[in-house]
């Protein structure tokens, strides 16, 4: 049976945490969902959205890893996993297994996703460029009023 006190219950509600920048990404906003303190960094879940368009991307890269899944709320993204290109769309959920090279280096204005990772202090280790990656999808630019 599990130690009911190696973990907290936690309820986050969307007015609780707002979304933030300083996360991994420049270019992405974070919303803590309050999981890492309750699990004791066991586990970290936050909501991860499009803040600026895409220009380069994440870089080739992975994660230092037991657990990680992407489920796609909305919007779309692409990457790269290995040498596959993936649409992830709304709906979507990956699972990225422990060590795999991949390359975020696309997406949709209202992309949204919720990420969940093990451990929640997990490490990002730059790795070479497996392979070429497609340009970015520009974004839509707003149009001046006449």
Known sequence: MLDPSATQFSHVKPEDTAFVSGGLRDFFLYRDLGVAAATHGKVIAHLVKANMAPETGTGWHRHEADFQIVIMLKGWARFMYEDQATLVQAGDVVHQRPGIRHYLFDYSPDMEY??????????????????????????PTARASD
């Open 114 to 139: 919720l990420e969940i990772v093990s451990p929640a202090d997990f490490k990002t280790v730059d790795v070479p460029p497996v392979c070429a990656i497609p340009p970015p999808t520009p974004w």
